[in-house]
T-cell receptor, first 115, second 112 residues
Framework: DAGVIQSPRHEVTEMGQEVTLRCKPI?????LFWYRQTMMRGLELLIY????????DSGMPEDRFSAKMPNASFSTLKIQPSEPRDSAVYFC?????????????FGDGTRLSIL | SQQGEEDPQALSIQEGENATMNCSYK?????LQWYRQNSGRGLVHLIL?????REKHSGRLRVTLDTSKKSSSLLITASRAADTASYFC????????????FGQGTTLQVKP
């Protein structure tokens, strides 16, 4: 079975540019999570969706960050404009929740470097 | 503040030895999960233990949960070099929201 697929795996861009990260969750999963991982702050939840609806975006650091889930099989995380402090590994995860929340399945992340 | 805090931050052992990692948390939980992360990869779910469970096994993994002490431990028996990774505990936020809060992790090195 295909796992969570993220693209691109690596992104290097200059400050001020728009960055779009993409995620395809596991088919049949109804919840999707975006995380950011850095050495200093560890793994932080940015936003999560349930049945394509954003449930909690309190972790989104600034208005420069936005996330969408137009359908059950695709989500994007956008940073505009990007800044060097946004450099991190961004993970997408999905899970199946039916009353109780199950384990999360992670993609291999997008390593983002903002110069 | 972090919900889950792992201890130790780093652990180095010889192949064949057992590895024990601990996790403490602050508020009541519905479940606690352990994940592994290999270098350059995403997290992989290992085991989930519910608040009404005290111990759970999966292969060479043994997890305990003490809700009175708000702590959990992960034991890996007969470790292998392939177990080298970072291990994270994660707790769900109060209210069964599905939102997991991860600790900073324990980095385990198993020497062949």
């Amino acid at each position: 079975d295909a796992g969570v697929i993220q693209s691109p795996r690596h992104e290097v861009t200059e400050m001020g540019q728009e960055v779009t990260l993409r995620c395809k969750p596991i088919s049949g999963h109804n919840s999707l999570f975006w995380y950011r991982q850095t050495m200093m702050r560890g793994l932080e939840l940015l936003i999560y969706f349930n049945n394509n609806v954003p449930i909690d975006d309190s972790g989104m650091p600034e208005d420069r960050f936005s996330a969408k889930m137009p359908n059950a099989s695709f989500s994007t995380l956008k940073i505009q404009p990007s800044e060097p402090r946004d450099s991190a590994v961004y993970f997408c995860a999905s899970s199946l929740s039916e009353g109780l929340w199950g384990p999360q399945h992670f993609g291999d992340g997008t390593r983002l470097s903002i110069l | 503040s972090q919900q889950g805090e792992e201890d130790p931050q780093a652990l180095s052992i010889q192949e064949g030895e057992n590895a024990t990692m601990n996790c403490s948390y602050k508020t009541s939980i519905n479940n606690l999960q352990w994940y592994r992360q290999n270098s350059g990869r995403g997290l992989v779910h290992l085991i989930l233990i519910r608040s009404n469970e005290r111990e759970k096994h999966s292969g060479r993994l043994r997890v305990t949960l003490d809700t009175s002490k708000k702590s959990s431990s992960l034991l890996i028996t007969a470790s292998r070099a392939a177990d080298t990774a970072s291990y994270f505990c994660a707790t769900d936020a109060a209210g069964n929201t599905g939102k997991l809060i991860f600790g900073q992790g324990t980095t385990l090195q198993v020497k062949p």
